[in-house]
């Protein structure tokens, strides 16, 4: 059974640009998670969507967003990028079963460097 | 809000030492409790978890103890190996959010020498 897929892996922009990143879910797992990795601020939750729904967000600015598409694929973009948006993205998706289970599969995360 | 408190790395052991690594949270409503580890260039993986006050969880010789009264979670091995070198974190989720949000705590670096 593949794992979760996050893509690209590791990109590199300035500040000012837009960024765009993937996660491809486990399949059959409709909840798509994002969380930021940082040295500093650590894992931090940015968003979760469930059915193509923002179910929960945490407390990032409006430049970070997400959606979510039919077949649970999803995106976030962040965008005007800060030398502070360099992180590693992770992506988590699990098979949602109504109430919060915990149960999380992350992928490899994609590592951005903004310079 | 939530928070997770976990103590600061690296850890350094030696194989077959016991580990330790405390975990302590608060939350407002009454959570479920996780151990991650996250191996060098990889996501995160589920250690174990426990759901309830006094479920112990367990996983490749590691445990932890849902503590209710001391608000608790600390993870313990009796004998650790050198693969064990991984980033460890505790988390919690809040079960009356009908989603699958984790607060994570800072994480904690286990170095294990041979």
């Known amino acids: 059974k593949a794992g979760v897929t996050q893509t690209p892996r590791y990109l590199i922009k300035t500040r000012g640009q837009q960024v765009t990143l993937s996660c491809s879910p486990i399949?059959?797992?409709?909840?798509v998670s994002w969380y930021q990795q940082t040295p500093g601020q650590g894992l931090q939750f940015l968003f979760e969507?469930?059915?193509?729904?923002?179910?929960n967000k945490g407390n990032f600015p409006g430049r970070f967003s997400g959606r979510q598409f039919s077949n649970s694929r999803s995106e976030m973009n962040v965008s005007t990028l800060e030398l502070g948006d360099s992180a590693l993205y992770l992506c988590a998706s699990s098979l949602d079963r109504g109430t919060s289970t915990g149960e999380l599969f992350f992928g490899e995360g994609s590592r951005l460097t903004v310079l | 809000g939530d928070s997770v408190t976990q103590m600061e790395g690296p850890v350094t052991l030696s194989e077959e030492a016991f580990l330790t690594i405390n975990c302590t949270y608060t939350?407002?409503?009454?959570?479920?409790l996780f151990w991650y580890v996250q191996y060098p260039g990889e996501g995160l993986q589920l250690l174990l978890k426990?759901?309830?006050?006094?479920d112990k969880g367990s996983n490749k010789g590691f445990e932890a103890t849902y503590r209710k009264e001391t608000t608790s979670f600390h993870l313990e091995k009796g004998s650790v190996q050198v693969s064990d070198s991984a980033v460890y974190f505790c988390a919690l989720s809040d079960r009356n959010n009908a989603g699958n949000m984790l607060t994570f705590g800072g994480g904690t670096r286990l170095m294990v020498k041979p």
């Open positions: 939350a407002t409503g009454y959570p479920s």
């Open positions: 969507y469930f059915s193509e729904t923002q179910r």
């Open positions: 426990a759901t309830k006050a006094d």
């Open positions: 399949s059959g797992h409709r909840s």
